[in-house]
């Protein structure tokens, strides 16, 4: 016959296994809500929905997303959901059952493994890995009865700051990418001279070419945009200069930036050495007393 003291220990062992496994389900609710939660911020993301990402931010975060300009916005959305235009979410899922987010755009696919959450009351922590990129890992924080954005890796989500930083780093990215096309048509014009003994007369030659149709005057040496002067926030001049030698010709281009502190800051300038020089002009044209860039 079982004693009253035994059955009090089995009474008091079936509660705490009932405790355990309320506050085990509670932490992987807990965890699926914190990643149902990412998983609908990058979404709302790559779709360039302001309104539904904004659910997704704390109360001070979100008023400082509204204040932010309409190309802020667009700016933070596309680099959180790492798209260049607004895109297509589309949810899967891997062989441990973990999230993957694919945002599917014009100008690609990024791709987002979630790992396994891990939550410590108010707080939750996601690492992603970026397919083609780096990890990194995703903060939450309870809020309102809902989980919002707190921080990416290990800085804080502090919106004006990072729409800023954010810029700079894109206006430097478009520098470089300024002086990388001076470089790419200062070597287009090079072999346009050894094909066809001459210099051309514009950018406009060096375009594409119908298949097996290169002349002159469509050499198909460079893309469509660099052809027009124009590609990634800057504009490219070209012009013919007279040579260190007798009867031989040089050349000369400049890059502007489109917009003056929003595409770029620095102007560049290839003199007729091959050199690229490189300074704040306030979108005025480097010369080549400028300083030169390695």
Same mark, same amino acid.
């Given at each position: 016959m079982i004693g009253r003291s035994t059955l009090r220990m089995v009474a008091a062992a079936a509660a705490l296994t009932l405790l355990l496994a309320a506050r085990a389900a509670a932490q992987d609710g807990?965890?699926? @809500? #914190?990643?149902?939660?990412?998983t609908a911020a990058i979404s709302a993301a790559c779709r360039g929905n302001e309104a539904q990402f904004e659910n997704y931010l704390t109360t001070d975060n979100a008023a400082a997303f509204r204040a932010l300009s309409q190309e802020q916005r667009t700016a933070m959305l596309r680099r959180l959901s790492l798209a260049d235009q607004s895109g297509k979410?589309?949810?899967?899922?891997? @062989?441990?059952?973990?999230?993957?987010? /694919?945002?599917?755009? *014009?100008?690609g696919t990024a791709e987002f493994r979630f790992?396994?959450?891990?939550?410590?009351?108010?707080? #939750?922590?996601? *690492?992603?890995?970026?397919?083609?990129?780096?990890?990194t890992e995703f903060g939450l924080v309870r809020e309102s009865g809902g989980w919002r954005l707190l921080s990416l890796g290990v800085v804080l989500l502090d919106i004006p700051q990072l729409s800023k930083q954010w810029a700079e780093s894109d206006l430097a990215a478009r520098e470089d990418a300024a002086v990388a096309n001076l470089r790419l048509l200062d070597d287009a014009i090079q072999r346009y001279r050894r094909a066809f003994g001459k210099l051309p007369d514009s950018l406009a030659q060096l375009g594409p070419a119908p298949k097996d149709e290169i002349s002159p005057d469509q050499a198909s040496l460079v893309s469509d945009?660099?052809?027009?002067?124009?590609?990634?926030?800057? /504009?490219?001049?070209?012009?013919?200069?007279?040579?260190?030698?007798?009867?031989?010709?040089?050349?000369?281009?400049?890059?502007? *930036? @489109?917009?003056?502190g929003k595409t770029g800051r620095r102007s560049f300038f290839l003199d007729a050495?091959?050199?690229?020089?490189?300074?704040?002009k306030h979108g005025e044209l480097a010369t080549a007393e400028d300083p030169v860039i390695p």
């Open positions: 807990s965890e699926t @809500d #914190a990643t149902a939660a990412l979410p589309l949810l899967s899922s891997d @062989d441990q059952n973990h999230t993957v987010l /694919r945002c599917t755009s *014009p100008a790992g396994n959450a891990r939550t410590r009351e108010n707080l #939750a922590f996601i *690492p992603v890995a970026v397919k083609d990129g780096e990890n945009n660099l052809a027009a002067g124009s590609a990634a926030g800057y /504009r490219f001049r070209y012009r013919v200069v007279p040579g260190s030698q007798e009867d031989e010709n040089a050349f000369e281009l400049a890059a502007l *930036p @489109d917009a003056y050495e091959g050199k690229v020089h490189g300074e704040d």
